[in-house]
């Protein structure tokens, strides 16, 4: 079993006083905040009035929401260090309900903003210089001029915001705080409690029996939950559709792909390719059943690691790794490194009632701390340098941009984390000669392609169906979600569903399909990535320096724009194809080390 956050080295903590000194300073920050919103009462209906006008309201409101973030963060990251404490869980229900009243104070603004002309704004920056900073805000929000509501209506969705995200928020409590898994063998001769932080380190067990009997009890307490997490999530993708109906989009796609300005095309195109490519993946798969000696593969032998040399990194050994392998961004990326690694930025052991999983968050006016839950794997290497990519984008961006461009898409942030992974797989196998350890980076970078683009791709293409069905009136009971996952995962991979019964019940487990329409990202994320590491890899200083302007840029311009800049035309499948042939090629070599007998 876990233990809770008392046998924790501080230095190994994430330290959240420089964000808040104490609770109490937060409580009187959320009690200041809340105060702030009543003036929003003045403004509404002088949004227009002159250029001076629209200036500070422009001003005020952003700063509420610089500070609600700062709040939220911490209430959150509280929250997730340990989601058994109810006192934390009080504060992110009271900052999440801050929001909402945030949202409703300042309902008015994008409806009165839709009366704005070009011409109008033109005359007002000419008039107010200072509003020439928020030239492309402005412009963003006018595009969206045909998915404004009326002031009232805008005011009944925003209060409303809170009952909207319910239905992710009981997933969150139901999966992290509420469900024990039974013990199972550890492979070592004990029984261990399962956990979220400790499955996949048990489905990569060498013991097919370990492996067998943590996925079997796995999903055997998502069979039990089944109708419960088909509840929160059919509740939630009716939250995602009726949003965009009453917005009059198309779809709850083209309402969460608009929204980061990403056309729908970018999305079709990866799945087409990624099914294009799925005989790749069956390749992959029938020699990983080779080299494992099995008659049938099942579900439960996808993870283990084929190589008999394993690579193992202690939390220190990973550090130091991560910030070798990233100082070829030179030393303007590698000095920033140093204070994440330094400074506790990052929540590394798991312990009770910690988040599951791993991520890279924080705000405007904090560091871009990370959460882990590290085990000594070569995985969690890749994991780390992952969410330092996310923590460096984000400190750049916070750097080089003023709050209103102090954030950047979903879309963009998966390229900078993988472009990391993707340059330590060329940094590891450009340092290592030795076949069998060449056998395991290859075998990692496999089985991380197969899990960020083929299996992201799965999800995403399993998240638009379940939208669509019940945008067409179909009831996503758990027979619904579990079949339709069955019949896709069976496509994915070729292996037989009814082999493999307990697959189907992995939608309940997926903590992403409450996120809308976010998990494609990975799978673009990742291939860009691949194209970029070449660059920088194998290119020159110029490439190095486009890149870290896409770190810097932030949402200062378009996301398909931002990343153009730096070498990738995200609207043509080349970037896909180019991903693909990279796996391919190391496919190739992982065949030939098994033809001569190197495991």
Not at 32 to 53: N, Q, T, V
Not at 371 to 381: A, G, I, P, S, V
Not at 446 to 456: I, M, S
Not at 474 to 495: F, H, I, M, R
């Amino acid at each position: 079993m876990s233990e809770n956050r008392a046998h924790l080295k501080e230095k190994d903590t994430w330290d959240l006083t420089t964000i808040f000194a104490t609770d109490q300073d937060w409580e009187q920050a959320l009690e200041d905040l809340a105060s702030e919103l009543e003036k929003a009462a003045d403004f509404e209906g002088h949004l227009l009035d002159s250029a001076a006008s629209l200036l500070k309201i422009t001003q005020t409101e952003l700063d509420v929401e610089r500070r609600l973030e700062k709040l939220y963060v911490y209430a959150s990251m509280k929250n997730d260090q340990d989601t058994t404490v109810a006192k934390y869980q009080e504060y992110q229900a009271k900052a999440m309900n801050l929001y909402a009243q945030c949202s409703q104070a300042y309902a008015f603004y994008e409806p009165e903003l839709m009366a704005l002309t070009q011409e109008k704004l033109a005359d007002f920056i000419a008039e107010e210089q200072e509003l020439a900073l928020y030239a492309h805000f402005f412009e963003k929000l006018l595009s969206k001029k045909a998915h404004i509501l009326s002031k009232e209506a805008e005011e009944l969705l925003a209060g409303a915001e809170e009952i909207f995200s319910a239905a992710g928020e009981t997933f969150e409590i139901l999966d992290n705080a509420d469900i024990s898994f039974p013990y199972v063998p550890d492979g070592e001769g004990d029984l261990i409690e399962l956990t979220h932080g400790n499955y996949i380190r048990l489905m990569e067990s060498k013991d097919r029996m370990v492996r067998q009997e943590a996925y079997e009890a796995m999903y055997g307490i998502y069979e039990q939950y089944q109708h419960t997490y088909a509840k929160t999530l059919q509740t939630n993708v009716k939250v995602h559709n009726y949003k965009a109906k009453v917005r009059q989009y198309d779809s709850a796609r083209q309402a969460a792909l608009s929204s980061n300005h990403i056309p729908e095309a970018v999305y079709e195109t990866l799945i087409e390719t990624v099914n294009r490519h799925l005989p790749l993946l069956h390749r992959y798969i029938k020699l990983r059943q080779e080299i494992l000696g099995l008659d049938e593969l099942k579900m439960y032998d996808v993870y283990t690691p084929l190589a008999e040399t394993d690579y193992h990194f202690t939390y220190n050994e990973a550090l130091k790794k991560a910030e070798q392998t990233l100082s070829i961004f030179g030393e303007e990326y590698a000095s920033r490194v140093k204070r994440a690694f330094n400074e506790r930025w990052i929540d590394v052991y798991e312990n009770k009632g910690k988040r599951s999983g791993a991520y890279s968050g924080g705000s405007y006016d904090t560091n871009a701390f990370m959460l882990l839950n590290w085990q000594d794997t070569l995985d969690n290497l890749f994991t780390l340098v992952h969410e330092t990519g996310h923590s460096l984008h984000s400190t750049f961006t916070r750097e080089n941009q003023p709050y209103v461009y102090g954030d950047y898409s979903i879309f963009l942030a998966e390229i900078a984390s993988t472009t990391n992974e993707n340059i330590l797989t060329e940094t590891l196998l450009k340092e290592i000669k030795d076949e069998k350890l060449r056998f395991t980076i290859l075998n990692n970078y496999l089985d991380g392609f197969r899990a960020t683009v083929f299996r992201q791709t799965q999800f995403a293409e399993f998240e638009d169906l379940i939208h669509q069905a019940d945008q067409e009136g179909e009831v996503l009971t758990s027979e619904y979600l579990s079949e339709l996952y069955a019949t896709l995962n069976e496509k994915y991979y070729g292996l037989s569903a009814q082999e493999n019964p307990q697959i189907q019940f992995e939608w309940a487990r997926i903590p992403h399909f409450y996120y809308n329409y976010y998990v494609y990202q990975y799978a673009t994320g990742f291939a860009a990535a691949s194209y970029l590491a070449e660059k920088i890899v194998h290119g020159n200083a110029e490439d190095k320096e486009r890149y870290l302007d896409y770190l810097k840029a932030g949402n200062s311009d378009y996301p398909l724009n931002v990343i153009k800049k730096a070498g990738v035309d995200m609207l043509d499948a080349t970037y896909l194809d180019e991903a693909f042939a990279v796996f391919e090629k190391r496919l190739m070599e992982l065949e030939t080390l098994v033809a001569k007998g190197i495991r």
